[in-house]
């Protein structure tokens, strides 16, 4: 069940944590956590934005453990299962020349992306999701990336969980911590938290500066996801042996 409460020792398995820790957190009201019958109880949903957000401050070895906590399993053969974000962007959902020029503009161009891959179902819906989300707290990164996303999962929003790419190549003010340009936009809609915190620790391993930058200088969308690929498959093989 998605959004049922897990207990503390369920939340610190949940996150890769450790449960004193969390504890303390939660204590200290950093954390969203109430007490019922005198034991700290996690709302799935909640705990699942508190962790998105925290997500890009993870260093790597804590979000390998988090990938390994929330690896999928399922009918998918090894090869779909591991590539969690490529399998999950299709070149007719990547624009390397966004017109947009705002951040209300970019979600709209975005939208208008996913709905170029005939998988979108409420435009409507999804685009006010991700206004809601960027209201609360804004997606951008320090690195020239932004991932706007639903602050939950929307399993009618769309026909398949998918991801779009966007590259404005002069980018936006689009609220980065360290008042950089935002260049490059990942829209993701999942259908379940657990495969949305699971996409999220991915891309936080995929992106790095290097990578970022070889995105920038790609000459299409066919070479953009060509890259992410590659850039996939050597994080996959670094879980591997961790």
């Known amino acids: 069940m998605p959004y049922r409460s897990m207990s503390l020792e369920e939340f610190a398995k949940h996150v890769c944590m450790d449960a004193r820790d969390l504890r303390k957190m939660a204590e200290d009201g950093e954390l969203p956590a109430h007490k019922v019958a005198g034991k700290w109880r996690f709302h799935r949903a909640h705990v699942t934005e508190w962790l998105q957000q925290r997500m890009p401050t993870l260093a790597e070895d804590h979000l390998m453990a988090l990938e390994k906590s929330l690896g999928s399993s399922g009918d998918r053969d090894a090869e779909e299962e591991n590539a969690i974000v490529t399998g999950l962007i299709g070149v007719d959902g990547i624009d390397d020349h966004l017109p947009a020029r705002t951040r209300d503009s970019v979600l709209?161009?975005?939208v208008k992306l996913v709905e170029?891959?005939?998988?979108?179902?409420?435009?409507?819906?999804?685009?006010?999701?991700?206004?809601?989300?960027?209201?609360?707290?804004?997606?951008?990164?320090?690195n020239g990336v932004a991932i706007p996303h639903p602050r939950q999962p929307m399993p009618y929003a769309t026909a398949e969980p998918l991801i779009c790419v966007g590259r404005v190549p002069s980018g936006i003010a689009y609220g980065a911590p360290n008042h950089s340009m935002t260049k490059l936009f990942f829209l993701i809609c999942c259908h379940d938290d657990h495969e949305h915190l699971h996409v999220l620790a991915r891309l936080m391993r995929i992106l790095d500066d290097t990578i970022v930058?070889?995105?920038l200088d790609a000459e299409s969308p066919v070479?953009?996801?060509?890259?992410?690929?590659?850039?996939e498959e050597a994080v996959m093989k670094q879980l591997a042996a961790h």
């Open 108 to 110: 709209r161009e975005l």
């Open 116 to 142: 170029r891959t005939d998988l979108l179902f409420d435009e409507g819906g999804l685009l006010e999701a991700l206004e809601q989300r960027e209201a609360l707290c804004p997606t951008a990164l320090p």
């Open 213 to 215: 930058q070889n995105l």
């Open 223 to 231: 070479q953009l996801l060509e890259t992410l690929i590659a850039k």
